[in-house]
């Protein structure tokens, strides 16, 4: 088992790192930006090393600042967390030809899916439906290639989303309504790869609504071992940012359950993958079908939800094969038994818009008890940075049925206060309590079509006037 590990990230998710490390008795090095110098992660972990500005293109994306604090920290292994660098191919060469373990799948495993077009062909091959899109990366969109994406999207329909081939966790993407805005959507999405990820190619699919959005977690050793953790459903999001994740999902039947484990356990054979990887699918309710969206071939920031279902820390999974040892569970060890449903809170104001929120905490209180986690990189007195993403904690509960799930998340999101930031506490508060969520048949489009931010404004505006009198 390795000594020290360097978690190459920030926030909640450097912090949930941590701690698995700790209670394994590794040793952490933790990197940070002169944003970061404060930050819990930095303070938690056994040692902490500055890797420049705030900017994630000069710290948290600068692989050789990155890799010099690793050889210079001497930790034998790097986990890269979800975004930044962890789905970078690249990244996991360098850090093997730096003799550095990189606790996510080898690059040449990495390489057979990235840029992410190349999952869409894999899938081809193996008989499972994709969405309709471009099976090709776009490199470049000048005025002689933006012909070749406007035959591409007039060819599948409108809308369109744009994605990009680094990306994940809906990062990045844009949607085009019609010919007119596609070249807008191209030029967002180029941009956000080459800052977000340092990759500007992106591809183009057909925009899918009113579906859900199902993935299969699946961990896999060098030995051949191969099992799922079950599904979790993530369907209520925003700007393909989701908000809310629960597992198992309510509304598949036993047979299409079966038939979406198979396809994910096909896609880790198929690419003969070691690790954590999820593979996710949009699942039509009207028409029991379901399609492949992508392949996360590392730690997903919803996988937290998974584990607390199926009872199995993934995290420790994920650095135990990396060190080589065999998987700890076999299929048949593997039971969802509970349910649990995790809540994204973040420091934006959902009845402006999920207006951006930076600013000092100034007062904090979590809730706890039964059935309760809270997966979080704040404390009181932390400045919230406006260089980053918004995320300030999960908050995840698990209960023997869905219906003592939601009333045990109903209780957490009441006893919890944050001062100092406006947050998406209400918006959570309002979703857990609309019948279509108590029902489980949301899909993507829930936030709109059941009037989700409209509702959080109008009880802004009752809470103001109580507040006012």
Not at 28 to 36: E, F, G, I, K
Not at 145 to 162: C, L, M, T
Not at 256 to 264: C, D, E, G, Q
């Amino acid at each position: 088992m390795f000594h020290k590990i360097i978690i190459a990230n920030r926030g909640e998710i450097a912090v949930r790192i941590i701690r698995t490390c700790k209670e394994m008795g590794i040793r952490t090095v933790a990197v940070y930006s002169d944003a970061d110098a404060s930050s819990l992660h930095v303070k938690l972990a056994d040692e902490a090393y500055p890797i420049g500005p705030a900017e994630a293109a000069q710290s948290y994306l600068n692989m050789k600042k990155i890799l010099e604090v690793a050889t210079r920290s001497k930790a034998e292994a790097l986990h890269p967390g979800y975004g930044f660098l962890a789905e970078n191919p690249e990244f996991a060469a360098t850090c093997e030809k730096h003799k550095i373990v990189f606790i996510g799948p080898p690059s040449e495993c990495m390489y057979k899916i990235k840029p992410k077009h190349r999952a869409r062909q894999l899938m081809k091959m193996l008989n499972i439906p994709v969405t309709p899109g471009s099976d090709e990366p776009i490199t470049d969109s000048t005025s002689k290639r933006f012909s070749k994406i406007e035959q591409i999207a007039e060819s599948i329909g409108y809308p369109v989303i744009v994605k990009p081939s680094g990306g994940g966790g809906g990062i990045g993407m844009f949607v085009a309504g019609s010919r007119k805005d596609l070249k807008d959507a191209v030029r967002f999405v180029e941009e956000r790869g080459r800052k977000d990820f340092g990759i500007p190619s992106f591809y183009v699919e057909k925009l899918l609504t009113g579906v859900k959005h199902v993935e299969i977690q699946v961990l896999a050793d060098k030995y051949g071992n191969v099992i799922h953790l079950g599904e979790r459903d993530c369907s209520v999001q925003r700007r393909f940012q989701k908000l809310i994740e629960e597992a198992p999902c309510q509304i598949l039947s036993p047979h299409l359950r079966m038939k979406m484990f198979v396809a994910a356990l096909d896609v880790a054979v198929a690419l003969e993958y070691v690790n954590a990887l999820t593979v996710e699918f949009f699942y039509i309710p009207d028409t029991q079908e379901f399609y492949f969206n992508e392949v996360g071939s590392r730690l997903q920031a919803e996988a937290c939800v998974t584990e607390l279902a199926a009872n199995v820390d993934i995290v420790k999974e994920q650095i135990k094969i990396a060190a080589g040892e065999r998987l700890s569970y076999s299929q048949d060890d593997v039971s969802l038994t509970a349910h649990s449903i995790d809540c994204r809170i973040t420091a934006e104001d959902a009845s402006r818009n999920f207006f951006p929120s930076p600013g000092k905490i100034t007062g904090l209180r979590l809730p706890h008890g039964l059935g309760v986690r809270i997966d979080e990189g704040i404390y009181e007195g932390y400045e919230v940075a406006h260089d980053y993403d918004s995320l300030l904690f999960k908050l995840l509960v698990r209960g023997q049925t869905r219906e003592e799930t939601i009333l045990r998340m109903q209780r957490a999101l009441g006893e919890m206060r944050i001062e100092g930031v406006e947050t998406t506490v209400l918006f959570h508060q309002v979703a857990l309590e609309d019948e279509t969520f108590k029902s489980g048949k949301h899909t993507t489009d829930f936030i709109v079509s059941r009037g989700i931010i409209q509702k959080v404004q109008e009880r802004t505006r009752i809470l103001q006037r109580l507040g006012n009198g």
